[in-house]
């Protein structure tokens, strides 16, 4: 109830700050170890976004072109900080008894009748309100992503394309994402004992609304440089010889300088490297790149005016 | 100012300085076109506080997280810190020459002089009469007088478009449909545990995205400012389901600027915002930039898609034509509006419409409040 009035004021500077968790990391540069440790390579904006998300703590609101890795950093996070992922992926016509809890209605009703039918063996009356209460009792309340993020912690919630969600349900984040607590009429309030570390990513279908963005920080994820998609290739395929690896990252790179329908993305290319393992390929040519070429690019017109040109490509 | 008052670290006049600088940063920020409002601020502040201030990418990235909200704020970002942290005044950073006077007063044609012959008594005609509105109903939008410009715009802005709509994936109670078992229980508990009858759900309808792309060329130049005019009544309409681009040299996005409430201000922040008025038109190439940035991605996906333009093309009509190709496996429906397909003797022979006809779900008119009115139809019922 209180809760409510807050989230209506935003994140109300009386309210007392929410303590950081405990295993917070002392810099940015710890954070990027700790991602790499797990296998995410993140760069200096990257880290620092991640270690001041950790601090403030603020959620971290993710967008770039498809595959530069914005669900990969949350499960990364997850990883190097040993809390669980809890991922809620949006659709649309998503609400709250998807996101958030929902009563097990026939449960509720079977424990109903359970208590009638004794009732009725020991001619006792029942209280109508103790019944009423026991009902909506905790053991009928069916938590949902965001309230299993909240009960258990530490945890790191992935609200997975938010754009997707009808913007009804962004004003309903809000109350969770500044109070990291959520009211349930019936019960009260359940608050996190450590704050998770909330990740939004979007796609940018839809302009997400400005109340929710300037409640996070906001990130931008690029395309990797070419040394940097080497270094990834490496450290995700570790068996990859380096020559492959350096072709691979040269020739993507490349086509997304090029007009394409959907250009590569980091995930792309680990595919396409992956595939050229599987094959045996020691380094890329025209042959293995021709018959490997449906693991980077997507669209038949894309790959069609790839094709013609690849020894080119490959050459530079 | 409270916010920012608190989040800022407890130190004597040397912080206070720092403070203000960093304060002043952000109105600078603000001045190059980044929504920078008190709450990203005090924002900004916490997040110096947990870095190394004095570290210059660290402080750099504290203020790129926390005070931009887009991708084209990023760039404004760069600009702004570069001009401000390098503390060179003959820095003159490209955000402030970028910034363009409104033009949209000066935009249409001003026939005033020669509607003095035979525009008065028409004019006197529409103050009197409502069949002076009939008459306007129908006229060209490009060869309007003055005062039947400021009647249109009162004319325009009371149009109430229906948005068009989609099943969403949500369930409602209804009358018809399947079966809802939740209700049809509680139903059975309020009969005592009688069921008294199957109770029902189907799907809940949303909202079907439309999108609008408007050509302001300078052959469009005369309709321009009452396309955004109907635009921005649509997108008044349903401001969640509406996305309007501007397409010329380049492609704008107005959709941000239009939303606001008033007619006249929206217009002037378009107006700002569009950089290649009355230039050229390059509409394949334009058209591709809508697609890879915005429209692959979900944008143009099953929504009503209008563009607004007469199909004079300088690049290629191929380009067009594969284009529209794909814009048009994207959308729900594709309309093409021409402001001269209305008129007398018009056929559709320029390079880009002829290109674009194999594509298109419908060509229209759109050259008087009437067809526009025609238009709104078509959309709501798509």
Known sequence: ?316 | MSAADTAAPVAPEATELLLRGLVGFTTALRHAGVPVSTERVAAFLAALDAVEVTSEPQAYWAGRLTLCGDPDDVARYDAAFAAWFSGDPLHQPNWVTERRPPRLATLTPQPEPESDADGAAEQQAQQVSASGTEVLRHRDLGELSPAEREHLRRLLALLRPAPPSRASRRRRAARRGEPDPRRTLRAALEAGGELTGLRRRNRSRRPRRVVMLIDVSGSMSPYADALLRFAHVVLRRAPGATEVFTLGTRLTRVTRELRQRDPELALAAAGRAIPDWSGGTRLGEVLQAFLDRWGQRGVARRAVVVVFSDGWERGEPELLADQLARLRRLSHRLIWVNPHAGKDGYAPVQGGIVAALPHLDQLLAGHSLATLERLLEVVRDA
């Open chain 1, 1 to 316: 109830m209180l809760a409510g009035v807050n989230a209506a004021d935003g994140p109300g500077e009386d309210a007392a700050p929410p303590s950081p968790p405990p295993a917070a990391p002392g810099s940015p540069r710890e954070v990027a170890a700790a991602l790499e440790a797990t296998g995410y390579l993140a760069d200096e904006g990257l880290a620092t976004a991640a270690y001041l998300a950790m601090r403030m703590p603020r959620p971290l609101f993710c967008e770039g072109e498809p595959g530069t890795g914005k669900t990969a950093l949350a499960q990364a996070l997850a990883q190097a900080t040993g809390a669980e992922l809890i991922r809620l992926q949006c659709h649309d016509g998503i609400d709250a008894s998807q996101a958030l809890y929902d009563w097990d209605f026939p449960r509720q009703l079977l424990y109903l009748r359970t208590l009638e039918a004794a009732a009725g063996v020991s001619h006792e009356r029942l209280d109508a309100d103790a019944v009423a209460a026991s009902l909506y009792d905790r053991r009928f309340l069916l938590a949902r992503p965001i309230l299993r993020a909240l009960q258990s912690s530490p945890t790191v919630l992935l609200i997975d394309e938010v754009d997707r969600a009808d913007d009804e349900f962004e004003a309903f984040l809000l109350e969770v994402l500044t109070e990291h607590a959520v009211t349930i009429p019936e019960i009260g309030e359940i608050r996190a004992a450590t704050p998770p570390i909330v990740v939004l990513t979007s796609n940018r279908t839809r302009e997400v609304h400005d109340a929710l963005k300037r409640r996070c920080l906001y990130v931008w994820l690029d395309h990797p440089d070419v040394a940097r998609e080497i270094a990834i290739l490496r450290r995700r395929l570790p068996g990859l010889p380096d020559r492959l690896a350096e072709q691979v990252a040269a020739a993507v790179h490349q086509l997304r300088g090029t007009e394409l329908l959907k250009p590569p993305g980091v995930a792309e290319s680990l595919d396409w490297a992956l595939a050229l393992q599987l094959l045996g390929a020691r380094e890329l040519d025209v042959d293995n790149a021709a018959a490997t070429l449906g693991a980077v690019l997507k669209y038949r017109e894309d790959a069609d005016r790839v094709r013609d040109r690849l020894d080119t490509l490959l050459a530079s």
